[in-house]
């Protein structure tokens, strides 16, 4: 038979185990804790001059500060709009240096500088850009939250064709590119509408096409 197994003795070296594990992990987070509040390698906040339609702007972000929240909660200009934040849904296109990106992608430090152009620049209720004209004629958008983004992109989209730049639909590099329905779709399918405006939006953009050969 096996001798009786000594509980007590057992117990008290788990405790202490324990209690060591315990300190250790303590003594860990404090080092983190320390480690994390170490000063940053350098300035957390940068001076950056735009040009936001037309006009100078100067503000200084948070380095980690994207385009689109600079241009939103900094200047106030919430016209373009953030979606999903992650560069899924185009909501946030606007024009930097006569090309469309996605603003919520880029850190405003990056464009000191820069000409930043957003649906407040390119058109007023009373004088309509073409392309918000046709949007309107059209029914191009029903809750209208991805249509700034879609304006800005369909005015790129015109010129970026008859500028020959290549797309995916376009087989042949060297074919000329025409604005066709595919050609359009392909361009815009960054450009996510919830409310599937789309075949409205298609015939916006063609209309503005037509009207400016
Ligand atoms: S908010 Fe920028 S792509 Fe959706
Ligand atoms: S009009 Fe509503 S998401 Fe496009």
Redesign the pocket.
């Known amino acids: 038979m096996s001798p009786p197994i000594d509980f007590s003795l057992r117990r008290r070296t788990l405790l202490a185990g324990t209690a060591a594990a315990a300190a250790f992990s303590a003594v860990n987070r404090g080092g983190a804790a320390a480690q994390s509040s170490a000063a940053p390698a350098g300035p957390e906040t940068s001076t950056v001059t735009l040009t936001v339609n037309g006009e100078p702007r100067e503000l200084t972000v948070d380095n980690r500060t994207t385009l ?1 929240d600079a241009l939103r909660e900094h200047l106030k200009l919430t016209g373009t ?13 606007c024009t930097v240096n006569g090309e469309r990106i ?4 880029s850190l405003a430090v990056m464009h000191d500088g820069d000409e930043v152009e957003t649906i407040e620049g390119i058109g007023q209720p009373e004088n309509l850009d073409p392309m918000q004209a046709a949007f309107v004629e059209h029914d191009g958008f029903q809750c209208g939250y991805c249509t700034p ?1 879609q304006i800005q992109s369909a005015r790129k989209v015109i010129e970026e064709i008859r500028a020959g730049i290549p797309s995916h639909v376009t087989g042949d590099l060297t074919a000329e590119i025409a604005i066709t329905d595919a050609e359009i779709r392909e361009r815009m399918s ?1 450009n ?1 509408c919830r409310c599937g405006a789309y075949a409205n939006i298609l015939a916006a953009i063609t209309q503005v096409a037509e009207e400016s050969v």
């Open positions: 689109l709009k953030k979606g999903c934040d992650h560069g899924q849904c185009g909501a946030c296109t996605n603003s919520c992608l983004g960054g996510i």
